[in-house]
C-alpha cells in the first residue's frame, strides 16, 4: 500500500500522495513546516536544512531582517541550496491547543499561503510535509483533511502555474491517514 502513489486530478493538476522523505523531491519547491524564527530546528525543518546547506538559513536570515519573523499561517520563499527541488517555501502551521485557538483556520492559511507563493513564482510542482502534526501537535485525522481541503479548493478556484501538488509523508500511520482522507473526497 505504501508504495502505490494515491492521485486525483483537478482542473489541470494533479494531488498525489506519497510516502517518504521530503528532501529527496524534486518537485520546483518543497515546503518546510518551520516556526516563526526560521532560524531551522528539528523534525522536517532540520532535516531540509542538513540536506540544503548554509545557503538557505542564510537567505532565511535576510528575510527575518527585512520583514521580521514569520506569523503563523503565512509563506515565504528561499533557495533550496543543495537539495534537488530550486527552492523552498518555509510556512508556519499552528501548534495544537486542543482545537478552539483558531487551529484550523491557521493551518488553512499555512497551506493556502504556501501555494500562492507557489503560484506567484510560476512553479509547477510543490511538495508539502504533514504541517503541524510533529512537534505542534495537531491531531493526523483532522490535519490531514484540512490540507487536502485546502488543496482542492485552491486548485477548483482558479487555473495557476500549477500542475502537482505532492504530499509526501515520512511514516506509514501518516501516509495511510492523507491517503485515506483524499480517497473520502474522490467519493
Ligand atoms: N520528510 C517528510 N516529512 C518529515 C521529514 C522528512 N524528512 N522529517 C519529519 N517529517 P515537524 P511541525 C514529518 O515536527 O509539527 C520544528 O522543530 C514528521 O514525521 O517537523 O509543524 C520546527 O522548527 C511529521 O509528520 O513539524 C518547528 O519548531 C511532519 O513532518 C516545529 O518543529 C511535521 O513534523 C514545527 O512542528
Known amino acids: 500500500m505504501a508504495d502505490k502513489p494515491v492521485k486525483m486530478t483537478v482542473n489541470k493538476a494533479k494531488i498525489a500522495i506519497i ?3 521530503i528532501t529527496r523531491q524534486a518537485t520546483d519547491a518543497i515546503v518546510n513546516a518551520a516556526n516563526s524564527s526560521l ?3 528539528g523534525g522536517v525543518d532540520g532535516a531540509i536544512h542538513r540536506a540544503g546547506g548554509p545557503a538557505i538559513l542564510e537567505e532565511c536570515k535576510q528575510i527575518v531582517a527585512r520583514q521580521g519573523r514569520l506569523p503563523t499561517g503565512r509563506a515565504v520563499i528561499t533557495t533550496g541550496g543543495n537539495l534537488p527541488s530550486r527552492h523552498v517555501i518555509h510556512t508556519v502551521g499552528p501548534v495544537w491547543h486542543g482545537g478552539n485557538k483558531g487551529e484550523e483556520e491557521l ?10 507563493v507557489a503560484a506567484k513564482n510560476n512553479l509547477t510542482s510543490v511538495s508539502f510535509p504533514s504541517v503541524s502534526t510533529g512537534a505542534f501537535g495537531y491531531p493526523v485525522e483532522l490535519a490531514a483533511t484540512t490540507a487536502i481541503n485546502t488543496v482542492l ?3 477548483r478556484r482558479k487555473e495557476t502555474s500549477l500542475r502537482e501538488v505532492v504530499f509526501v509523508l515520512f511514516d506509514s500511520r501518516t501516509y495511510e491517514t492523507y491517503a485515506k482522507a483524499l480517497k473520502e473526497v474522490t467519493v
Open 39 to 41: 532560524m531551522g530546528g
Open 153 to 155: 479548493a485552491f486548485l
Open 19 to 21: 510516502q517518504g522523505d
Open 107 to 116: 493551518l488553512e492559511s499555512a497551506y493556502r499561503e504556501s501555494l500562492k
